[in-house]
């Protein structure tokens, strides 16, 4: 299995909702990523988990909330998101073999907040 | 602070013309690393480069790595409609985590049948 799955595909939300994104990867991967992207624009470093310890929050607001529940899994928990939160959540996991590194990216979640 | 930039940001091209996208980092870069993204879709890995001065070759792709370890390309020769996307480079940030990766700021790729 190399593929990094991801749901829900579309979310639609308001700004008072709580809901949370999943990401899954079965390639034994220690090194686990979330990433938000606008249109046009490359993928935005928000989290990196590492051996479900989080190793890298790039200042990212509290109304996000990642969570590694084991080396599989990777939760994003969305409270009070502002309209600007729209945009495409992209989950990934890392390969590495001495130099060589390789990010496995899920397909994503569409996110709208209304 | 540390910047990936590409250029052109974007190209429109007739089927079997090449095309070529452009890759320059503000700071030195361990490696390089290219994915494309198909519209409507996700990142996906291409290829990782290291060696200073290194070329690779994929089917009709081509890309190398500055001998600085600044720059890379990507060229594409005889287009085709299968690749449609926007092309990504991306390196390590530097000085710091090396889990951490920088992506350029992006080619989106257009081809006219």
């Known amino acids: 299995d190399t593929e990094v799955t991801q749901t829900p595909k579309h979310l639609v939300m308001g700004m008072t909702n709580k809901k949370s994104l999943k990401c899954e990867q079965h390639m034994g991967h220690r090194a686990m990523y979330w990433y938000k992207q606008k249109a046009k624009k490359p993928p935005e470093l928000m989290f990196v988990y590492s051996y479900e310890k989080l190793s890298i929050n790039e200042s990212v607001p509290s109304r996000f909330s990642p969570e590694c529940p084991n080396s599989s899994l990777l939760n994003l928990h969305l409270h009070a998101l502002q309209p600007e939160d729209s945009a495409l959540y992209l989950c990934?996991?890392?390969?590495?073999?001495?130099?060589?590194?390789?990010?496995?990216f899920g397909p994503g979640t569409r996110l709208t907040v209304l | 602070g540390q910047q990936v930039m590409q250029i052109p940001q974007y190209q429109h091209v007739q089927e079997g013309e090449d095309f070529t996208t452009y890759c320059n980092s503000s700071?030195?870069?361990?490696?390089i690393q290219w994915y494309k993204q198909r519209p409507g879709g996700h990142p996906v890995f291409l290829i990782q480069?290291?060696?200073?001065?290194e070329v690779k070759k994929q089917k009709r792709l081509t890309f190398q790595f500055g001998e600085a370890k600044k720059n890379s390309s990507l060229h594409i020769t005889a287009t085709q409609t299968t690749d449609v996307g926007t092309y990504f480079c991306a390196g390590p940030r530097y000085g710091g985590a090396t889990n951490k990766l920088i992506f350029g700021t992006g080619t989106l790729l257009a081809v006219q049948p």
């Open positions: 480069l290291v060696k200073s001065g």
């Open positions: 990934a996991s890392r390969f590495t073999s001495g130099s060589y590194n390789e990010q496995f």
């Open positions: 700071t030195t870069l361990s490696n």
